[in-house]
T-cell receptor
Framework: GQQVMQIPQYQHVQEGEDFTTYCNSS?????IQWYKQRPGGHPVFLIQ?????EVKKQKRLTFQFGEAKKNSSLHITATQTTDVGTYFC?????????????FGKGTHLIIQP | NAGVTQTPKFRVLKTGQSMTLLCAQD?????MYWYRQDPGMGLRLIHY???????AKGEVPDGYNVSRLKKQNFLLGLESAAPSQTSVYFC?????????FGPGTRLLVL
């Protein structure tokens, strides 16, 4: 079945430094979604990427979808303490997502002030 | 508009006991999902439903059953709880793309 790998598992940064997490799928994806989960909270949808090579920005967050639609990345510029949490990518296969998402194991972002 | 709600928030069970987790959504979404989240494992799909009266197995369905008798509700049942089912359970619903998650149920099986 479809597998989604995400690295790194943990990332410690100083406040103000940049952060990147990478996501790799074993199969070509229909689209990819990114979620953020604050400590003790639930996953919250951030964005969906659909097109090959797509790049989307949300303030300090930049999301990319690879040309082959098998990998993606999330880059945060100048991290702030509010960015703390776990970032998950979730692949949507050929079924279009109705049969659920395949989540990566997430990257825990820890920020030292 | 409450979104997705889950009850209970926390439960302790003894091995062999049964329980039902309730998920309710008020967004008129067709699709609903149950995930479990374990440390270092991310979120894994247990069962899902693409509409009232229909359910299907996900990645880790063993030991769980589900029912979707009403569009707004999705129930997850554990007939005979095992310590391996200690986890945080999240329900989610969606219409097309993004999924909306409930606050989660923390289950401890002793």
């Amino acid at each position: 079945g479809q597998q989604v790998m995400q690295i790194p598992q943990y990332q410690h940064v100083q406040e103000g430094e940049d952060f990147t997490t990478y996501c790799n799928s074993s199969t070509t994806l229909s689209n990819i979604q990114w979620y953020k989960q604050r400590p003790g909270g639930h996953p919250v949808f951030l964005i969906q990427l659909v097109k090959s090579g797509e790049v989307k920005k949300q303030k300090r967050l930049t999301f990319q979808f690879g040309e082959a639609k098998k990998n993606s990345s999330l880059h945060i510029t100048a991290t702030q303490t509010t960015d703390v949490g776990t970032y998950f990518c979730a692949g949507v296969g050929a079924g279009g997502g109705a049969d659920g998402l395949t989540f990566g194991k997430g990257t825990h972002l820890i920020i030292q002030p | 508009n409450a979104g997705v709600t889950q009850t209970p928030k926390f439960r302790v069970l003894k091995t062999g006991q049964s329980m039902t987790l309730l998920c309710a959504q008020d967004m008129n979404h067709e699709y609903m999902y149950w995930y479990r989240q374990d440390p270092g494992m991310g979120l894994r799909l247990i069962h899902y439903s693409v509409g009232e009266g229909t359910t299907a197995k996900g990645e880790v369905p063993d030991g769980y059953n589900v029912s979707r008798l009403k569009k707004q509700n999705f129930l997850l049942g554990l007939e005979s709880a095992a310590p391996s089912q200690t986890s945080v359970y999240f329900c989610a619903s969606s219409h097309a793309a993004s999924q909306y998650f409930g606050p989660g149920t923390r289950l401890l099986v002793l």
